[in-house]
């Protein structure tokens, strides 16, 4: 998996989907993939401890109505932004720019 080959841990993966179907409700494919790495991830709950209201990072891959697929995510300026965490920190949460252009290179799920 892209994730592992990259050091990050995958914590969990919520299948939105699945969990509607055991509620008797349908709904389109929708996973939520709950990643990260705590060396990467620990200096920003550091330097901003609420940080860690968005970590794990964390991607959205859900598909509407016509079947197409959408991949949503916190952009690590948004989150700069947000927490207000060191300029410098950002570049450790960097990898989910680059794990969602090569996720989006896939068409299955």
């Known amino acids: 998996m892209i994730l592992q080959s990259k050091g990050v841990t995958i914590f ?17 494919p929708t996973k939520l993939l709950i990643f990260g790495n705590p060396k990467a991830g620990t200096p920003l709950m550091l330097a901003a401890p609420r940080t860690g209201l968005d970590l794990p990072l964390k991607i959205l891959v859900w598909q509407d109505a016509d079947e197409q697929v959408w991949v949503s995510y916190n952009s690590p300026q948004y989150l700069y932004e947000r ?17 969602v252009a090569k996720a989006t290179e896939r068409t299955s799920w």
């Open 12 to 28: 969990a993966v919520v299948d939105h989907r699945g969990e509607a179907e055991k509620a008797g409700i349908k709904m389109p």
């Open 83 to 99: 927490h207000g965490f060191p300029e410098e920190l950002v570049q450790n949460i960097a990898i989910v720019e680059t794990l």
